[in-house]
């Protein structure tokens, strides 16, 4: 019980660690929180910073939720809950005491576990989330798209904690794409320039 408690505890102290702010500071000379939309992620990093710098944050927080897995794996085994510990991996990015709780929307961190668990269906959902950025230029929309078809899958085929963990978590993306949502609806969400111009 100890370990796990420990465990739980290292998870959401890692997911705590603000990347975005730290790169930002130390980088730039730049608090991104003040700037775009705020948020301590890859999408906001990236168009305050920059793309190679929003690449670096995008990795460090998926390293976040992958090594939370991979370290509980190291001290427990293959035990049938560590989900558990990539779940407070999320929750630490979300609402980071590092940086008074005020983080990301935890895609990136999530994506990790996705990987770790579901290989297969993360690469599909790589691809559909690139689709609908050259199509639709929005990230937000994306996020909730990839978040809604692996809850959907994990409802239909997953197994055990696994099922419940990560239906949760991606129900909890989505909710943090509210704001994005009603942007969505407004028709004034920032639009990737990877967007595909079909009027050319």
Known sequence: MINIISLIIFSYL???IPFALIIGKIFFRTDIRN?????????????????????VVF???????YLSLKFASF?????????????????GHMFPIFANFRG????ATGSSLFVYFYPYLALILIV????????????SLGSIIISAIGSAY???YGEGMYRFILVA????VIYMHRSNIKRILNGTENVSKLKINFRR
């Open 35 to 55: 700037l775009g939309s705020g948020n301590l992620g890859t999408t906001n990093t990236m168009r305050i910073l920059g793309r190679k710098a929003g690449l």
């Open 128 to 139: 559909v989330f690139f689709v609908n950025l050259l199509l639709t230029g929005y990230v």
């Open 75 to 91: 001290i427990l085994g293959d035990v049938d809950y560590i989900i558990i510990f990539g779940a407070f991996a999320m929750i």
């Open 59 to 65: 990795f460090l927080d998926f390293a976040k939720g």
């Open 14 to 16: 890692l997911g705590s």
């Open 169 to 172: 978590m991606c129900v909890l």
């Open 104 to 107: 990301g929307k935890s895609v």
């Open 154 to 156: 994990i409802t239909l």
